[in-house]
Structure formats: structure tokens, C-alpha cells
């Protein structure tokens, strides 16, 4: 039976639960964030937390999906979680801008007109897709990367 949760706490956000892959194989979570403009950074750092390495035989691949004001479709790209000797030794995941592929939402007609670009995010979610098993995410900060700072 597939199960999860998003909890917040201070220091960290904590994605985690037990994904089957019977009938779905599918867990997200997605914040709203108002208008955001990404258009002059050159990619997003995720600051997370590594899972042991006897946990899974292999790292934990999620997708952040960026939404923008439409809806209808949006962008998206992948990271690993690293497995280390221990759980929880800071790690950080990053996604370049040139990472990004355009993604159609399935329910909406191919007369969707909509583009998501990085001027213009409203909505971010990050999914787990098809790997059965336990999972967790534990995001400590996440931050777009500037050139100009």
C-alpha cells in the first residue's frame, strides 16, 4: 500500500514514504511560489541530506517540475540522491538550466498553447516515479545559482 508525507520543520523539508509501483508507482509534492523570475540564474542548488548505502542498491532519482502561470505544462529535470557510508551527511544535487526539458501535463489536449519558461514559476513539485520501495528526501535549502552575486 503506497504511503507518504511532506513535513516542514525549520531546518529542513522531509519528503518521504513507501512508493509501489502497483497502479501508479507515483509520489509528488508541490509548493505554490507566486511569480518567480529564474531567467538570469544559471541553475538551482539543492541542499540535502545522503542516504545509506545499504539502504538501496541503487541512489534515489526524483524530478523537480517547474509550473508557470498557465498550468498546462511545464519543465523538468532530475537528480540523484546520494548514498554515503552513513545517512545524512550534507550533500548538494544541481540542476542546470541547460538540464531543463519541456513537459506536457498527459491530461490536457494537444491544443495546449501554454510555455513554461524560467521568467515566469509559479509552482514547483518534486516527484518520485516508478522505484518501488521506501523512500526519503530531505531538503535543508534550496537556492537558484546567480552569476551575478
Known amino acids: 500500500m503506497p504511503r507518504g508525507a511532506t513535513t516542514q520543520t525549520a531546518d529542513a523539508l522531509t519528503f ?16 505554490s511560489l507566486g511569480d518567480v523570475d529564474l ?31 498557465s498550468g498546462c505544462c511545464g519543465l523538468s529535470a532530475n537528480f540523484a540522491v546520494p548514498a554515503t557510508e552513513s545517512a545524512g551527511e550534507a550533500a ?10 519541456r513537459k506536457r501535463a498527459v491530461w490536457y489536449s494537444s491544443y495546449c498553447g501554454c510555455v513554461t519558461d524560467l521568467r515566469q514559476v ?3 513539485s518534486i516527484g ?11 531538503i535543508s535549502s534550496m537556492e537558484a545559482d546567480d552569476p551575478r552575486s
Open 122 to 124: 509559479t509552482k514547483m
Open 92 to 101: 548538494v544535487a544541481y540542476i542546470s538550466n541547460n538540464d531543463w526539458i
Open 128 to 138: 518520485l516515479y516508478n522505484q518501488e520501495g521506501a523512500y526519503s528526501l530531505r
Open 16 to 31: 518521504e514514504g513507501y512508493l509501489s509501483t502497483q497502479g501508479g508507482g507515483f509520489a509528488y509534492t508541490t509548493v
Open 39 to 69: 531567467s538570469g540564474t544559471v541553475g538551482i542548488r539543492i541542499g540535502l541530506s545522503s542516504l545509506a548505502l545499504s539502504s538501496s542498491s541503487a541512489p534515489l532519482a526524483f524530478e523537480v517540475a517547474l509550473t508557470g502561470g
